[in-house]
């Protein structure tokens, strides 16, 4: 068993930064690939980015040059830094490895 614990949105102005934590325990000897999902209203979930146990980064095209995904061993923590959001970033923003889901976390882009 794996669980995982965000924290870090709020709501923010358009322009803005939020960062984004997710800490991980239990089995976290297993956990290789570490991901960040979100989910606006009425819309399916997505991968936004995706940071494997060598650092290698994958990110959705309509996040890439603004989220950076990065890793903290030590801390067994993942984090999304989200910069020049934008409204359509509105989302429930859910941390997830292998088949666990975190609890979600909500970020809010608006004027």
């Known amino acids: 068993q794996v669980q995982l614990v965000e924290s870090g949105g709020g709501l923010v102005q358009p322009g803005g930064s939020l960062r984004l934590s997710c800490a991980a325990s239990?089995?976290?000897?297993?956990?290789?690939?570490m991901d960040w999902y979100r989910q606006a209203p009425g819309k399916e979930r997505e991968l936004v980015a995706f940071?494997?146990?060598?650092?290698?980064?994958i990110y959705a095209d309509s996040v890439k040059g603004r989220f950076t995904i990065s890793r903290e061993y030590a801390k067994n923590s993942v984090y999304l830094q989200m910069n020049s959001l934008k409204v359509e970033d509105t989302a429930v923003y859910y941390c997830?490895?292998?088949?666990?889901w975190g609890q979600g976390t909500q970020v809010t882009v608006s004027s």
């Open positions: 940071i494997t146990s060598n650092g290698r980064t």
């Open positions: 239990g089995r976290i000897f297993s956990i290789n690939t």
């Open positions: 997830h490895t292998k088949s666990y």
